[in-house]
């Protein structure tokens, strides 16, 4: 394709430099507007430009990824709400043998989660736990966000659901979940393994450090910073994903626990209480009912509580569990009278069937999870079926979907329409195609150096326009030149493209929305707020990111 008019392809590299800004830097001073805005603006500028034609620009969405995104957020999103991720949590910390094997398992745990459940959302709701789990062990948070945002970029790259810029290569090179699968898969795990590796060597005296020293020392990988007072839901850009509340069958009868900020006792007996608000990661939100406290010292308020259902609340509090709670009305609080314990008897059939209801629920969502993904494999549209999973679950909540479906990220979605337009625009000036005839006789995936070259083309160009970006513009060149060989070059070359671009993330901060979303969340996070800052991890980024990408070409390639 030759260049198009010089108006022409000014106007159209003006229009791609403005989407371009605005994606890699969303709080540029003159136009602080953000990714999504920025796309659409590109978008517009290329119509406006006449670059691109209205019905082109209307065409050149792609319908089918668009409902793919649409569908995996959906199901995410009740795989959150049905505890999925506090089960990957609390299998961080079990029966964990230190430091060293605790850095392990993030890394683990992290990459497969991102390849099932996608990365961003797996770096949204398990980064303030590791930051918990870290602060508790008095460990330096930064090796474990590090590990966190780095194998979820590594683990992504294994399924084409496991980022954006993989669900554009599954649609458009029409490769099934499992012929992609089978050719990323061991490069991922060899690649998280490396990782691991690195990670270890490189914070091996901090992991090494002994307990009671760890506090002291734990401060120099980075400062601290004071969380924000409402942290509520997670809000990133170009995506915004936000805490959902989870269905945890104990939470169902569960109470406030009080805190006496102060008591006042007079000459009824009466005092001033005050309990922690509710906890923004329980759907089911309580507040103290009835306080009633019975005649005592001035040293000492006996206090029982009912949960009830508070609105609005949107605050942390601490619970407890029912069977917690019944324990401590047995051994603190005073003889209940016979009408009183006729009460809690009635109400025992109730708890149980709420938790009856809730795991039916949840085993629901998990086995309807489970037929997507056979779904997958078998090789069926991977669009429709996302799209199905999502419904059949909306369907079988038994609730106003409206909660469940606003939690969606369609700032992603508006993104993704606007960048297939600016993208579509920029091809149409002609020069991305007269810049890859220069490169493609010599990156020819054929020889090595050839591999090694357009290795290295997708890492610098995925810092430089972002991996998606690189994807819609490198990947039908890459996969024409690859065909001219055979047509196993051609799905090779999806691959290599597949996975450079997602493993690229991991050189700079900037390389990745995951990376992105470890460093805000971290920021933000109430009682645990930590600093990620870019050039600390640019310090590990850059070497990690190297030598997992050749591993990675290596075993790839030779698929």
């Known amino acids: 394709m030759a260049l198009a008019s010089t108006p022409k392809v000014v106007l159209g590299c003006v229009a791609f430099g403005i989407f371009w800004v605005l994606a890699v830097f969303p709080s540029v001073p003159f136009m602080p507007v953000g990714r999504t805005a920025g796309s659409l603006l590109g978008a517009m500028l290329m119509v406006l430009f006449r670059v691109i034609t209205p019905e082109d620009a209307y065409a050149a969405i792609d319908l089918p990824i668009i409902g793919l995104l649409f569908g995996t957020m959906v199901v995410s999103i009740f795989l959150e709400r049905a505890d999925m991720f506090k089960y990957l949590g609390n299998l961080l910390q079990w029966k964990s043998r230190g430091s060293k094997d605790l850095l392990f398992r993030v890394c683990i745990v992290s990459a497969i989660a991102s390849a099932l459940f996608t990365n961003d959302t797996c770096c949204v709701v398990l980064t303030e736990f590791i930051l918990k789990v870290a602060r508790q062990n008095n460990l330096p948070p930064q090796p474990f966000l590090l590990a966190l945002a780095t194998s979820s970029n590594i683990g992504s790259a294994a399924t084409p659901i496991g980022n954006p810029q993989n669900l554009v290569i599954a649609v458009e090179s029409g490769i099934s979940f499992g012929q992609f699968l089978l050719g990323v898969f061991p490069a991922m795990i060899v690649g998280v393994l490396t990782n691991a590796a690195i990670l270890l060597c490189y914070f091996w005296k901090y992991l090494s450090v002994e307990p009671t020293d760890q506090q002291e020392r734990g401060n120099a990988t980075g400062p601290e910073v004071v969380a924000d007072d409402e942290v509520t839901s997670h809000r990133f850009t170009p995506a ?46 309580f507040s103290i009912k009835s306080l009633r406290s019975s005649s005592m010292s001035h040293e000492m308020v006996e206090v029982s509580t009912v949960p009830s259902v508070l609105e609005g609340a949107s605050s942390r509090k601490f619970t407890r569990t029912a069977s917690q709670q019944r324990s401590v009305i047995i051994e603190d609080a005073p003889p209940s009278p016979p009408e009183a314990a006729g009460e809690k008897d009635k109400e025992l059939p109730e708890v149980v069937e709420k938790r009856w209801r809730v795991l039916v629920w949840k085993t629901a969502v998990y086995l309807i999870t489970l037929g997507m993904l056979i779904a997958l494999l078998m090789g069926l549209n991977m669009s429709w079926t996302a799209i199905t999973a999502a419904l059949v679950l909306l369907a079988l909540d038994f609730t106003d979907s409206q909660a469940c479906l606003e939690k969606v990220s369609y700032s992603l979605l508006i993104f993704f329409c606007g960048m297939f337009i600016t993208v579509d625009g920029f091809n149409k000036t002609g020069i991305p195609n007269t810049m890859w005839e220069l490169v493609e006789p010599y990156s020819r995936i054929d020889s090595a150096r050839g591999v090694a070259l357009l290795g290295v083309v997708i890492l610098i160009l995925s810092n430089v326009a972002s991996n998606v970006p690189t994807v819609l513009l490198l990947g039908t060149r890459v996969a024409a030149s690859a065909a001219a060989i055979s047509p196993a070059s051609e799905r090779k070359a999806w691959l290599i493209l597949a996975y450079v671009s997602t493993v690229a993330g991991n050189l700079t901060l900037l390389g990745s929305a995951a990376n992105l979303i470890v460093c805000e969340q971290a920021r933000r996070a109430q009682f645990f707020g930590y600093n990620l800052s870019f050039w600390s991890h640019l310090r590990f980024g850059v070497p990690s990111t190297i030598v997992v990408t050749a591993i990675g070409l290596l075993i790839v390639s030779s698929y």
Do not use: K, W, Y
Not at 257 to 269: K, T, Y
């Open 240 to 285: 915004r994903m936000s805490h959902v509340s989870s269905l945890n069958p104990d939470d169902f009868d569960c109470v406030s626990e009080p805190i006496i900020r102060s008591a006042s006792v007079n000459a009824n007996g009466g005092g001033d209480l005050r309990s922690r608000s509710v906890n923004s990661d329980t759907d089911m939100q």
